[in-house]
């Protein structure tokens, strides 16, 4: 139990263009979903969370307006990069909980790696 | 401010040469501590959750234990598969988790 499929796993995008990168939970539904991001040889860090039928919450210094997140449905949430440039190369990885409680963990998809040229 | 640390930040292991990672924490609170697996280029995989002082979780080779200040991963008798980062993290009063920098472990065999 408790999967989390995210798609793609890898894309490639042109300067300028938008990436859409989707998260599903596969066998458990899921009002709020966590968004990560991770630099090679460093730790997660919180982008933002998505919350089924509202607004996102997005952390400290982290650009709403380019990172765009949608939680159309209790199984999926999407996080567009728009206008992608280069330094928005990364791992992006998201994140549900299977028992929505604040103190269970959470379960990760497997991550999309995007890299803007 | 919540803290979680993690050393060392790397460990180098012979197979079967048993060691133990720490993960050490300041929080307002404790409302559970988290313990995941992370293969390059892949999600972090989940392995435990420890809630309480002197609980301990086993998984195959790894044993995870708590204390009032720390948490500790131990590795027994480690296989090259065992390779992999290892994370911890601790939920906020929001439930968002602040997670460690990661243990690097390497397995030789």
């Known amino acids: 139990g408790a999967v989390v499929s995210q798609h793609p796993s890898w894309v490639i995008c042109k300067s300028g263009t938008s990436v859409k990168i989707e998260c599903r939970s596969l066998?458990?539904?899921?009002?709020?979903m966590f968004w990560y991001r991770q630099f090679p040889k460093q730790s997660l860090m919180l982008m933002a969370t998505s919350n089924e039928g509202s607004k996102a919450t997005y952390e400290q210094g982290v650009e709403k307006d380019k990172f765009l997140i949608n939680h159309a449905s209790l199984t999926l949430s999407t996080l567009t990069v728009t206008s992608a440039h280069p330094e928005d190369s990364s791992f992006y990885i998201c994140?549900?909980?299977?028992?929505?409680?604040?103190?269970?963990?959470?379960?990760f998809g497997n991550g999309t790696r995007l890299t803007v040229t | 401010e919540d803290q979680v640390t993690q050393s060392p930040e790397a460990l180098r292991l012979q197979e079967g040469e048993s060691s133990s990672l720490n993960c050490s924490y300041t929080?307002?609170?404790?409302?559970?501590l988290f313990w995941y697996r992370q293969d390059p280029g892949k999600g972090p995989e989940f392995l435990f959750t420890l809630y309480s002082a002197g609980e301990e979780k086993e998984k195959e080779r790894l044993k995870a234990t708590l204390t009032k200040k720390e948490s500790f991963l131990h590795i027994t008798a480690p296989k090259p598969e065992d390779s992999a980062t290892y994370l911890c993290?601790?939920?906020?009063?929001?439930?968002?988790?602040?997670f460690g920098a990661g243990t690097q472990v390497v397995v030789t065999p």
């Open positions: 994140s549900a909980r299977q028992i929505p409680s604040r103190n269970s963990p959470l379960h």
């Open positions: 929080v307002s609170g404790l409302r559970g």
């Open positions: 993290a601790v939920p906020d009063s929001w439930g968002k988790l602040q």
């Open positions: 066998d458990f539904q899921a009002t709020t």
